[in-house]
């Protein structure tokens, strides 16, 4: 009892044939078919090369052209040949001319020898898995396809749009369940056999001759109906990528396909020498009994998936430029923006930095230049302070700065005197924590040597500056943390909030602050709001300041009358 | 052979990344401000070399452009981490 190998071949002749022989060495009996398209003069050649190979036979040719029943076809008249030319194979081994047997092949008998009785088919039902890649899905058995999808792609949209539109299904025969799989499988002689003389076999031909990719739902659908036993699986390793094609294997995947312990691989690269080499040796000192094992081939393809469709969360770069808000994730690593802090504490960037451990710059949108941490000119991937070049995408400044630095939580300062063509991106951005105290870009005014007049200007350009961006943060499309405070309730009690910001950084290396920053001094502040209310000009962002400030707090509210009825 | 439009996308637009490669500029090799001055000399390059003097120029005043921030060079993983290039779908 052995195997019996049926090869569809379209291309790469000389390769077939030393897979051919391959398989013949090692007495397993092969039965070609050779696509319509192959030119006759290759065909003779190809044939005649072979010639010398003893059990080896051509079937009657069909055209297969993907997704299409000439695939069906070959396939049949390959296996019915191989069954009634050599009456000792028990199993029958589908492939392809790009098919690449990765163990011994006497490893594959033996493995095949203990289970007589199993049939190797991918099968699953559509209605349960959602396999197919951008195609079509219960449709496939449903509708009518005439038309070639690669040659007659108006045509065969056309057909499935006016099929759509009329309602029009089609009946399955005898109630079968259409099972779909890998187009691979490895089928005993019993259950292969028992599709190709089944009384009703014109009736299924009939019916898969119009389903749309039948290669891959003819033989899954009618082993369910005979086999014994499905293991469904194919023995075939093959990878698909993110559009539904086929992976290419080429020499640098040797190590890899080493390692899945898989009995054969597709689709290999016609060229791939050392693929060629390092497997079409029989060398069958220690033969493995091991179960195929393609998790890791599966791990790595499913994570090149990702890379190609997901990508690095935060990178924009020459062959990753995502669209707005398609990003997955619109920069690197979560970082914080504060807003008032440094204006309402003196050393606030050198407390945080200790208590966070984190790097935490001034302005970084200052007009002027950048205001890195520790006063550095440029950081990290040589971003430049340059005040222009940053203007010229404050955006992507930002997420370069993030994807530069990633792996160290970034802080900065901002405020309504900075560049605000970042306040969009950062509330859009889930990454982003804000904390902002309002009105406190005030504070600098207040000891400022400025005229009068100008500080008057100056606040009402801040106080509408400021104002827009907290609209932009309350929007309901902000995705970032946000927390906002007016000034007078943020120094009414400014422990707790500062907490709750840490907490949220994270790595704090104390659990309770030990040491506060130091608050400048407000003495009077109170009265030069109410100077420039004076002028006009409502301050509203900093709350409910009073004039004087601890006076007015200490006073006691004047009681209320009581009303005696 | 008319090659199809989607080769000439080079990024994409939806998140993912495509295969991107990185060339090295002869101006960051440190024997550019001899090759600089080369040019200068022989002035064949176009709108009389203005491009080689402006090189020439700035390379005398700052050749260096090794900084704090560079990096040495290891391999092609070292900038495809770097998010210089990507290997994309390869796996």
């Known amino acids: 009892m052995t195997i019996g190998v049926v090869m569809l071949v379209h291309t790469a002749l000389g390769r077939a044939e030393q897979v051919a022989r391959h398989w013949a060495a090692a007495g397993c009996p092969v039965v070609i078919h050779v696509d319509n398209t192959v030119p006759r003069k290759a065909y003779d050649r190809f044939v005649k090369s072979l010639a010398d190979v003893p059990d080896l036979k051509f079937c009657k040719c069909f055209r297969c052209e993907w997704g299409t029943w000439g695939i069906v076809a070959a396939s049949q008249a390959g ?3 191989m069954l009634a030319s050599f009456s000792h194979v028990r199993h029958v081994f589908l492939a392809s001319g790009s098919c690449l047997p990765l163990r011994p092949v006497k490893e594959l008998q033996n493995y095949l020898a203990a289970r007589p009785r199993t049939d190797f088919i991918e099968s699953a039902t559509t209605a349960d898995v959602p396999w197919t890649v951008g195609g079509l899905d219960e449709e496939r058995f449903t509708m009518r396809f005439p038309f070639s999808w690669k040659k007659q792609r108006y045509l065969f949209d056309k057909s499935v749009a006016i099929q759509r539109v009329l309602g029009f299904r089609r009946k399955l025969p005898n109630g079968i369940v259409p099972h779909m799989g890998s187009q691979w499988w490895c089928l005993t002689r019993q259950t292969l056999s028992a599709i190709l003389q089944d009384p009703d076999r014109d009736v299924y031909d009939r019916y898969f001759r119009y389903v749309w990719i039948p290669d891959e739902s003819y033989f899954q659908t009618l082993s369910r109906q005979y086999a014994l036993k499905i293991e469904s699986r194919s023995l075939t390793l093959s990878k698909f990528d993110f ?23 597709r689709k290999i690269w016609p060229y791939a020498d050392r693929l060629y080499e390092a497997f079409l040796t029989n060398d069958a000192d220690a033969l493995k009994k091991t179960e195929p094992n393609p998790g890791k081939i599966d791990r790595i393809f499913a994570k090149a998936v990702e890379r190609r469709t997901r990508g690095r969360s935060g990178l924009y770069m020459q062959s990753r430029f995502p669209n707005e808000d398609w990003e997955n994730g619109v920069t690197a690593a979560p970082y914080s923006m504060f807003q008032g802090f440094s204006e309402l504490f003196e050393n606030f960037e050198p407390w945080l930095t200790k ?14 230049r950048v205001y890195y941490a520790d006063n550095q000119t440029a950081i990290n991937g040589a971003l430049s302070d340059s ?30 005197d900075d560049n605000q063509d970042v306040c969009w991106r950062i509330a859009k951005d889930p990454n982003a924590q804000v904390s902002v105290i309002t009105g406190a870009w005030s504070v600098p005014l207040f000891p400022s040597n400025m005229d009068f007049a100008d500080i008057r200007r100056e606040a009402a350009q801040l106080q509408k500056i400021e104002s827009e961006h907290m609209d932009i943060l309350r929007s309901p499309y902000t995705k970032a943390r946000v927390r906002i405070w007016t000034m007078a309730e943020f120094i009414e009690a400014p422990m707790e909030p500062l907490q709750g910001i840490l907490d949220e950084i994270g790595h704090t290396k104390l659990n309770r602050i030990s040491e506060v920053p130091r608050m400048v001094d407000l003495s009077g502040f109170g009265q030069f709001l109410q100077n420039l209310k004076n002028q006009g000009m409502h301050p509203y962002l900093m709350g409910d300041f009073p004039v004087e400030r601890g006076i007015t707090a200490a006073q006691k509210a004047p009681r209320k009358p009581y009303l005696v009825k | 052979m008319l090659l199809p439009r989607g080769l000439n996308q080079v990024y994409d637009e939806w998140g993912g990344e495509k295969a991107s490669g990185v060339l090295l500029h002869a101006k960051f090799l440190d024997t550019f401000s001899a090759k600089a001055l080369e040019e200068l000399e022989r002035g064949q390059h176009y709108a009389g070399s203005i491009e080689y003097k402006a090189y020439a120029e700035s390379l005398q005043a700052d050749p260096q452009l090794w900084c704090k921030w560079s990096e040495r060079y290891i391999n092609w993983r070292q900038l495809e981490i770097l998010g210089l290039m990507s290997k994309g779908n390869w796996a």
Do not use: M
């Open chain 1, 243 to 265: 559009q539904g094609k086929p992976h290419i294997f080429y020499d640098d995947h040797l190590q890899l396909l080493r390692r899945s312990d898989c009995f054969v691989a």
């Open chain 1, 355 to 368: 208590s966070t451990g984190a790097r935490v710059h001034g302005h970084l949108f200052a007009p002027e």
């Open chain 1, 387 to 416: 005040a222009a070049l940053r203007d010229y995408n404050a955006r992507a400044f930002l997420t370069n700065l993030v994807w530069n630095t990633r792996g160290e939580r970034q802080c900065f300062q901002f405020g309504p």
């Open chain 1, 79 to 81: 296996s019915e040949l």
